[in-house]
């Protein structure tokens, strides 16, 4: 069972960066590819961003590419997102996932097993 923690969220202005972190508990966090989805008032969830279970392979949405990057730190059961340039359609409450041994369909929200309770991200113009 893996449980996690997202933190990072706040109220930046366009143009400035942020970076989310998403906190595992348990021993097999370097066996789970991890992803960032994001949710938008009155929208659905949307993929922003993966990464494999070694950090070898990333995938990001077609709208964050080049703004955002994940990476992971597996002694630290941690993965970020660092967010720059950010816009005001950014603004969603963003949450990490975690799927176990699987790098196909990262960018799917469903499969993945577990989910964070999700950190607010707001963007003002």
């Known amino acids: 069972q893996v449980q996690l923690v997202e933190s990072g969220g706040g109220l930046v202005q366009a143009g400035d960066s942020l970076r989310l972190s998403c906190a595992a508990s348990?021993?097999?966090?370097?066996?789970?590819?991890m992803g960032w989805f994001r949710q938008a008032p009155g929208k659905e969830r949307e993929f922003a961003a993966a990464i494999s279970f070694s950090g070898g392979n990333t995938d990001y949405a077609d709208s964050v590419k080049g703004r955002f990057t994940i990476s992971r730190d597996n002694a630290k059961h941690t993965v970020y997102l660092q967010m720059n340039s950010l816009k005001p359609e950014d603004t969603a409450v963003y949450y990490c996932?975690?799927?176990?041994?699987?790098?196909?369909?990262?960018?799917?929200?469903?499969?993945?097993?577990?989910w964070g309770q999700g950190t607010q991200v707001t963007v003002s113009s």
């Open positions: 996932a975690a799927k176990y041994r699987s790098v196909t369909s990262l960018n799917r929200a469903l499969g993945y097993d577990h």
């Open positions: 348990g021993r097999a966090f370097s066996y789970y590819s």
